[in-house]
Every structure is written in C-alpha cells, then in structure tokens.
C-alpha cells in the first residue's frame, strides 16, 4: 500500500521557518514526483512545488519562490519542504502527493492527510 506522512507543521510568528517533511512508503521512490499543495480555509488548493527525485529537478509557484524550497532524501524516501521568510497568507493545511514521474504533470494519485500551519501576523 502506497502511504505519505505529512509531519513539520505548526504555529509560527511571520518572518519564520518551518521544515515539512513527507515520508513515502509503499513505492518505488526513484520513480515518482512528489508534489506539495496547500489550502486555505474557504480556498481552492494551490500546487506549491514539486520535485521530481530522479533527475531532482523543482518546480515552484510564484507565491513562494525564493522563500521556500523543495529537497529529496532518497535514502529516506522523504521530501522536504523548507518555508522561510512565511506570511500570514502561508497560513493553510499542507499536503505532499505522488504521482508517477519523471515529470511535475499534474496527475497525483496518491496523497497525504495533511499537516496544518499557521502564520501569525
């Protein structure tokens, strides 16, 4: 069975980090893209970026380039979402999802339940 753990969120003050972590289990590491996504309450879910941990290429939206970045342990079968400089408007429930690569394409087929952070102003 194919499982991704979500793990990392919480509260904390604007202008700091959190580290997301999303541990995979079940599959073939190597050959999946791993995506993260976030949604605000009364919002649509937003792609954030995604890796592909073949080649490690990245894939970033534009609301958090520069201040976020994506990494692959493949040794671990974790990926990494480190948040920096966040924003009130970070604030949402984070989920990683996985879908067959080599390429970030948008057909994620298996996700995490999420893990909530909060941004206070």
């Known amino acids: 069975e194919v499982e991704l753990v979500e793990s990392g969120g919480g509260l904390v003050q604007a202008g700091g980090s959190l580290r997301l972590s999303c541990a995979a289990s079940?599959?073939?590491?190597?050959?999946?893209?791993i995506g993260w996504f976030r949604q605000a309450p009364g919002k649509e879910r937003e792609g954030v970026s995604c890796?592909?941990?073949?080649?490690?290429?990245?894939v970033y939206a534009d609301s958090v380039k520069g201040r976020f970045t994506i990494s692959s342990d493949n040794a671990r079968n974790t990926v990494y979402l480190q948040m920096n400089s966040l924003k009130p408007e970070d604030t949402a429930v984070y989920h990683c999802?996985?879908?067959?690569?080599?390429?970030?394409?948008?057909?994620?087929?298996?996700w995490g339940q999420g893990t909530l952070v909060t941004v206070s102003s």
């Open positions: 079940g599959l073939i590491f190597d050959d999946y893209v």
């Open positions: 890796i592909s941990s073949s080649d490690v290429s990245t």
């Open positions: 999802a996985a879908e067959v690569g080599p390429f970030c394409s948008g057909n994620y087929i298996v």
